[in-house]
């Protein structure tokens, strides 16, 4: 009953998607495939659309490869959970693509979609697959598949509300991607809490053995290989984007050191298992989703990657225990501690930033990081404070419709 109840719920929702794709979807106009109608909305369209599609594979990569191999290293569960990955990612970009498409893309009655919209749907399926995270081992693949069909909607309504209705600056989605979708998930976890089902402790779950270990050892290469092109695929130039890149490497490799200072001090071990560095990366990439195209500087990534970088290991060792504990909130692969916090801090520094946010200090950059504030129509005051209450708004969208969900 249980196979065919996934088999029936496949066959009827790829059913659905092929019939909306046929009435609603169709591709760019080949004759000027870098040019957008001013009839669409187009803050999120790349000029460039050769850049775009070099930027795609890159994007498209890291959320096959890294997601699905970092899920694989539970010992419980191991390739069947990347197994799950890849249906959850097969479905949920066929659904962002069309609910996407009517945000951003509809023109005429029908969706035309291009890289970009390939793109756009690939960080809104990351957003998915980190909440499938925190209720790994406790929700079946039909409740995933439901969860993605739920989540792709309201995470897309939340970019919407912020980047094209607010304005926020988030070009790395540590709001629109790793707090809601950490949030998202920390909130389905709470509806689903089953206290005579779930006991096991990170510390037990990270004593794997050596194929698991491997799974990390390569989700994490990956990351480092692919995820500043990650942060950077909705960098407006290709000649803006060297910053998100730079930011995120400095960030990634002070977080990964942190984790060699703090990791003896809190466990037995005189070096961190794989799994932590794997955290750690997570973390100082996260981290830098706000901020990575705006003033950070290099030794301010530097600093904001090794904070965030002792931070994590603490949330697991401290703070994990009172979310299953006190809050009744059972998170399987810690999203809170690699994906909430950081993207929480990234959103807090990111506003900080958004202070220095003039001509002087930002030159040309000005116009792509704050087009509002370069075109003199919002002050900086005013995008300090959209900054700032982009984050409650991320939060209750996540908690809600994570609540709705589970």
Same mark, same amino acid.
């Given at each position: %009953?249980? *196979?065919? *109840?996934?088999?029936?719920?496949?066959?009827?929702?790829?059913?659905?998607?092929?019939?909306?794709?046929?009435?609603?979807?169709?591709?760019?106009?080949?004759?000027?495939?870098?040019?957008?109608?001013?009839?669409?909305?187009?803050?999120?369209?790349?000029? =460039?659309?050769?850049?775009?599609?070099?930027?795609?594979?890159?994007?498209?990569?890291?959320? /096959?490869?890294?997601?699905?191999?970092?899920?694989?290293?539970?010992?419980?569960?191991?390739?069947?959970?990347?197994?799950?990955?890849?249906?959850?990612?097969?479905?949920?970009?066929?659904?962002?693509?069309?609910?996407?498409?009517?945000?951003?893309?509809? /023109?005429?009655?029908?969706?035309?979609?291009?890289?970009?919209?390939?793109?756009?749907?690939?960080?809104?399926?990351?957003?998915?697959?980190?909440?499938?995270?925190?209720?790994?081992?406790?929700?079946?693949?039909?409740?995933?598949?439901?969860?993605?069909?739920?989540?792709?909607?309201?995470?897309?309504?939340?970019?919407?509300?912020?980047?094209?209705?607010?304005?926020?600056?988030?070009?790395?989605?540590?709001?629109?991607?790793?707090?809601?979708?950490?949030?998202?998930?920390?909130?389905?976890?709470?509806?689903?809490?089953?206290?005579?089902? =779930?006991?096991?402790?990170?510390?037990?779950?990270?004593? +794997?053995?050596?194929?698991?270990?491997?799974? %990390?050892?390569?989700?994490?290469?990956?990351?480092?290989?692919?995820?500043?092109?990650?942060?950077?695929?909705?960098?407006?130039?290709?000649?803006?984007?060297?910053?998100?890149?730079?930011?995120?490497?400095?960030?990634?490799?002070?977080?990964?050191?942190?984790?060699?200072?703090?990791?003896?001090?809190?466990?037995?071990?005189?070096?961190?298992?794989?799994?932590?560095?794997?955290?750690?990366?997570? %973390?100082?990439?996260?981290?830098?989703? +706000?901020?990575?195209?705006?003033?950070?500087?290099?030794?301010?990534?530097?600093?904001?990657?090794?904070?965030?970088?002792?931070?994590?290991?603490?949330?697991? *060792?401290?703070?994990?225990?009172?979310?299953?504990?006190?809050?009744?909130?059972?998170?399987?692969?810690?999203?809170?501690?690699?994906?909430?916090?950081?993207?929480?801090?990234?959103?807090? /520094?990111?506003?900080?930033?958004?202070?220095?946010?003039?001509? =002087?200090?930002?030159?040309? *950059?000005?116009?792509?990081?704050?087009?509002?504030?370069?075109?003199?129509?919002?002050?900086?005051?005013?995008?300090?404070?959209?900054?700032?209450?982009?984050?409650?708004?991320?939060?209750?969208?996540?908690?809600?419709?994570?609540?709705?969900?589970?």
């Amino acid at each position: %009953a249980s *196979r065919l *109840r996934l088999s029936g719920l496949c066959f009827f929702l790829q059913v659905l998607n092929i019939l909306l794709f046929a009435v609603f979807v169709r591709y760019s106009p080949e004759s000027s495939p870098g040019q957008c109608p001013p009839q669409l909305n187009c803050s999120q369209r790349n000029q =460039d659309s050769g850049f775009q599609q070099s930027r795609f594979q890159d994007v498209h990569i890291q959320v /096959l490869l890294s997601f699905g191999l970092l899920v694989a290293f539970l010992s419980r569960y191991g390739p069947g959970s990347a197994v799950i990955s890849i249906l959850i990612i097969a479905f949920a970009i066929q659904w962002a693509v069309l609910i996407q498409g009517f945000f951003y893309f509809f /023109l005429n009655g029908k969706i035309y979609v291009g890289a970009q919209s390939m793109v756009s749907a690939d960080f809104c399926t990351t957003a998915v697959l980190i909440s499938t995270g925190a209720v790994l081992g406790r929700a079946n693949p039909v409740q995933m598949l439901l969860l993605a069909l739920l989540e792709v909607t309201l995470c897309t309504l939340n970019e919407y509300i912020l980047l094209s209705l607010m304005g926020v600056s988030d070009s790395g989605h540590s709001l629109t991607v790793h707090t809601f979708g950490a949030y998202f998930g920390l909130m389905v976890s709470r509806v689903l809490y089953q206290p005579h089902k =779930d006991k096991r402790k990170r510390e037990k779950r990270q004593d +794997m053995g050596h194929q698991t270990d491997v799974f %990390a050892v390569v989700g994490t290469i990956y990351l480092w290989i692919f995820w500043p092109s990650f942060t950077s695929a909705t960098t407006v130039h290709d000649n803006a984007n060297n910053w998100a890149v730079l930011n995120t490497y400095f960030s990634l490799v002070a977080s990964t050191v942190a984790t060699f200072i703090l990791s003896p001090v809190l466990y037995e071990e005189s070096t961190p298992r794989m799994v932590q560095i794997q955290d750690a990366t997570l %973390a100082g990439m996260a981290v830098m989703g +706000m901020a990575g195209e705006m003033l950070v500087t290099p030794f301010g990534a530097l600093i904001a990657g090794f904070l965030v970088g002792l931070i994590s290991p603490l949330g697991f *060792r401290f703070f994990t225990p009172v979310l299953h504990s006190r809050l009744k909130i059972q998170d399987t692969c810690g999203v809170h501690n690699i994906h909430g916090l950081p993207g929480i801090l990234g959103a807090l /520094l990111g506003t900080l930033l958004t202070l220095m946010a003039t001509a =002087d200090t930002y030159g040309d *950059r000005l116009e792509l990081v704050f087009p509002l504030v370069a075109q003199g129509s919002r002050t900086v005051t005013d995008q300090v404070l959209i900054q700032l209450g982009a984050l409650p708004l991320t939060l209750l969208l996540a908690t809600l419709g994570g609540w709705l969900t589970g």
